[in-house]
Structures are given as C-alpha cells and as structure tokens.
C-alpha cells in the first residue's frame, strides 16, 4: 500500500549518535526533522558501548586521535562543537560520569541515560523517529529536493526533503545492525568511497602461535605495542583466538597485513638491569622466582625455556640476561590477521573527506546530500573519541541542513 507523499525539511538516515545529535540540532532551528533506521530499537551502539556504561567522549581530543586520508579535515568539527560543549549537555542533563584512564569519561550509572538524553532532546523539539524503516531508493528531484522511497510496515512512503543526512554508520559489528548502505548512497551519486576494514579489532594468531599461546587465555598484562607508524601503553590481553586488549584494538587500526608487531611485556622496568642486579644481591635465586615478581608465571613458563628458568641467576651468562631482556622487551609477533567486523568497534574508510566541506559535512557536488559519523573516513582511536566524532559532525551539520 503506497501512502501520498510526506514532506519535510531535513530526513537523517540512522538513529545513531551522530543520525540524533543532527536531528536535534536541525530541530531546534525550527527545521520539521524525521529519523529513519532499519534497526528496531534507536542507539543500539551507544547502549552496548563502554561495557554498557558509553565512553561518551574523552578530555583530550585532537586530530591526532584521527585517523583518515584527509588528516585536517576532521579539525573543523571537533573545533565548532568540542568535547567541552558536550560534557556541558551531560551536566545540563544532570548525568553522573567519571573519568577512567587516559582521560576517558564513562556514565556512573548506564549507556541508557545518554541515549535518553538524546531521545528526550529528540521529542522537546519535535523530531520524529522512525524504527524498522527500509530505504528502497533514493532519487533526485526537479526543484533541489530528494524522494526517498521507504518500506514500514508492508506501507511504501514516499518521502520528500530538502536534506538528506546520511548517518548510517559503518560495517562493524553486524548484530548491531550495520549496513554498507551509506557507501552505496555515497557511490550512486559519484562519491569515492575510501576502501573499508576493521578497526579497533582483536588480532587472531597463526596456529602455530595459536597452539602456543592459548593457554594464556584471560590473562592480562601492561604492555608497548609498536607498529613502524605508532605505538600505544595499555594492558594486552590473550584470548583463545589471539590477542585482545586496549594496546592491542588500538595498534590493530595501524596494523598492515603481513606486518610483524613489537610488544614490550616489561614497559616500566629494565629486566636486564634487575638481573644483573640480582646476580650481585642473591645470586641463588632462580630466574623463575625473579620474573614472577613482575610476569603471571603462566607467561613466563611459555616464553623461556623451563631448564632457564629454573638455573639460579649467577649460573646463566650475559649473553642469556640479553636474550631473556629481549624476548620480554622486544616480542615480534606476526598476527594472522584480525577479527574482522564481528567484534570490530569502527569502520576504517568511508566516504571520502576531500567529496565534503569539513564545515558543513555537505557533499561538494549535490547539494543538500550529507554525510556524519562512522561513515565518512574519519576514525577514532579507541577511548570516547568516535563518539566525539559523531557528536561534533552531527552538530555542525544540524545547523545547515
């Protein structure tokens, strides 16, 4: 059943957190403001992240955080509407957060209360929602205007705006249900499309390097995990599959395939000095013993051979303190590749930056088509920054469509 056309001024596809923070913006400069998402429940994402309590965004944002082929481009938005302005609607909200490590802020309490925030600003100004909506086609129209043809509930709509808000998100993790539906928005009106992967993802092992290390699951350590590019301080974690952990997502959206990656085991302190160190001071004491002071013995025992380890420390040579210092300081690991979009936290890629205005997120060949969020390449390290990517993006848009 076809219903006679609806009109209105902007239509955000996506009711993600940049899709809402648009809308609410848009709404608020008097603009009539309609959501679409497929999804059946609106901020899916935003109520899964941070462990369900939304690292909504951190206190040291910079375009360093960033990673796209267009590295200015994401300086604008981040700029307009800063992680500043955004803990100012949190405060407003009165929403109770603190900060974790390096500078990431969390809800006390739930995801849910950010996601309400929005959905309460949503309906102060008069946005409507629309859940369990399929796009169809999008085409252009006479007088600058687009017609999206929609699908809800066995009702085809035809829907008339001015502008058109592509806030569709990325391909990572499909559960949520992300689609490619932006890019194929993006590629029908002739805008590249940077190529897509996961990012922020754990790594998978090689089986030999599988088998070995798997009985390590679940254990965690402080580690250095080095790209030739980048490098990143915070815990490791080894999973049955692989690797996982903060240092590991982080260096995981810098990571080439075939890469080999360095991981320091040992960060704060120098194994080859407390060896010797040790060799003067307690001689007797077994390798075994003075590592565990620092390493989970189950680490230990799969790293170093058991016969070193159980040799008291002034039995064993120079040459074995260097090659023990460099085996924990300097691991070299070659991942097998990652986990891909399953357990992916962003996409990397997406439309292209240099096809949109860093100010308005408009497209520079059809006006009125924009595009936010996850779906351009623009992609955040891990720690509230792509959230701050889809408040800032949004923002800037809402006060021009």
């Known amino acids: 059943m076809t219903h006679t056309p609806q009109s209105v001024d902007v239509l955000v596809l996506g009711a993600g957190a940049a899709g809402l923070m648009c809308a609410i913006e848009a709404a608020k400069r008097q603009r009539t403001v309609l959501v679409l998402d497929h999804a059946n429940k609106p901020g899916k994402k935003i109520l899964m992240s941070g462990g369900g309590r939304c690292n909504f965004t951190n206190y040291d944002i910079s375009a360093d955080n960033y990673l796209s082929n267009n590295s200015h481009f994401c300086k604008s938005a981040l700029s307009h509407f800063t992680q500043w302005d955004f803990i100012r609607m949190v405060e407003q909200h009165q929403i109770p957060y603190h900060e974790r490590d390096h500078g990431q802020l969390f809800c006390d309490e739930s995801a849910r209360d950010i996601l309400e925030m929005l959905l309460n600003e949503c309906r102060q100004y008069n946005v409507t929602l629309q859940l369990d909506t399929t796009i169809n086609n999008i085409t252009t129209q006479a007088n600058n205007t687009f017609g999206i043809k929609t699908l809800h509930n066995d009702n085809v709509t035809n829907v008339l705006c001015q502008s058109l808000v ?3 998100g990325g391909l990572s993790i499909p559960k949520m249900c992300a689609s490619p539906m932006g890019y194929r928005i993006a590629e029908q009106f002739n805008i590249k499309v940077i190529t897509t992967h996961a990012g922020l993802a754990p790594f998978t092992l090689h089986n030999n390097d599988k088998t070995r290390f798997s009985t390590l699951s679940g254990i965690a350590v402080d580690a250095v995990v080095s790209t030739c590019q980048q490098q990143f301080h915070e815990n490791i974690l080894f999973t049955h599959r692989g690797l996982s952990g903060p240092a590991i997502l982080q260096i995981s959206s810098y990571w080439n395939p075939d890469e080999t990656i360095s991981i320091d085991l040992l960060p704060d302190n120098n194994i080859e000095a407390i060896l010797a160190t040790a060799r003067e001071d307690s001689p007797a004491r077994k390798i075994k013993t003075i590592l565990g002071q620092y390493l989970p013995k189950r680490l230990i025992a799969i790293f170093l051979p058991q016969d070193l380890l159980e040799s008291p420390v002034q039995q064993i040579t120079r040459q074995d303190i260097k090659d023990i210092h460099t085996l924990l300081h300097n691991w070299s690991i070659k991942p097998n590749g990652t986990e891909g979009y399953r357990t992916a936290e962003v996409t990397l890629g997406g439309v292209d930056c240099n096809a949109l205005s860093s100010k ?27 959230f701050q990517w889809a408040w800032s993006s949004g923002w800037c848009a809402g006060q021009y469509v």
């Open 360 to 386: 308005t997120m408009e497209s520079n060949t059809t006006k009125g088509l924009y595009f936010i969020g996850e779906v351009i390449d623009v992609t955040g390290w891990l720690g509230g920054y792509n």
């Open 166 to 168: 592509v806030a569709t």
